[in-house]
């Protein structure tokens, strides 16, 4: 079956850290692979995305995300926290077409 | 910034009402979709639609949603009889037409309460 787990409904950090955001997938096929983020009251935002190539993908906001397959993960990860980046982040899988989503992980940025 | 707009942003409605959610999808996209989530719950794929048919639905699109760009600028989802499972954020997405690359817009969401 296909489907996207993040396991981690909801991490807490302080402005300036290090974020590293978990995402594992079960998919028949190497599935192109995307994070969103939520702010309140805003729609989904994509990061970034990963179809093929490097297993390093850079996205907005100063994150990235790293591909590995042999794990089938696509972790999010950002240097350093602002606290502007408390919000919502989706990681999906699929196709263009047809994304499938993980549950979410809500994000807390304390000063 | 060209954005993809929904109405309304809440809709409370009784079950076995009808309900109409609206989108406005980017001006030159060509590629539509609903997806919905349930609170708590997963963000799940509905539908997608493309040069005026649905071109994938999932299971939980059954015979009581439905689909529609009545014009050149909206999209709509019906809901003809509601449920009360049917509460849930409801997003509207579009698409320009690059097949593997394109990245989906969505919109900022249309909470449905069905009491």
């Known amino acids: 079956a296909q489907s996207v787990t993040q396991p981690d409904i909801h991490i807490t950090v302080s402005e300036g850290a290090s974020l590293e955001l978990r995402c594992n997938y079960s998919?028949?096929?190497?599935?192109?692979l995307f994070w969103y983020v939520q702010s309140p009251g805003q729609g989904l935002q994509l990061l970034l995305k990963y179809f093929s190539g490097d297993t390093l993908v850079q996205g907005i906001k100063g994150f990235e995300a790293e591909f590995k397959r042999s794990q089938s993960s696509f972790n999010l990860r950002k240097p350093s926290v602002h606290w502007s980046d408390a919000a919502e982040y989706f990681c999906a899988v699929g196709t263009t077409d047809k994304l499938i989503f993980g549950t979410g992980t809500r994000l807390q940025v304390f000063p | 910034e060209p954005e993809v707009t929904q109405t309304p942003s809440h809709q409370v409605t009784q079950m076995g009402q009808e309900v109409i959610l609206r989108c406005v999808p980017i001006s030159n996209h060509l590629y539509f979709y609903w997806y919905r989530q349930i609170l708590g719950q997963k963000v799940e794929f509905l539908v997608s639609f493309y040069n005026n048919e649905i071109s994938e639905k999932s299971e939980i699109f059954d015979d009581q949603f439905s689909v529609e760009r009545p014009d050149g600028s909206n999209f709509t989802l019906k809901i003809r009889s509601t449920k009360l499972e049917d509460s849930a954020m409801y997003f509207c997405a579009s698409r320009y037409n690059e097949r593997n690359t394109g990245e989906l817009f969505f919109g900022e969401g249309s909470r449905l309460t069905v009491l």
């Open positions: 998919y028949g096929a190497t599935p192109y």
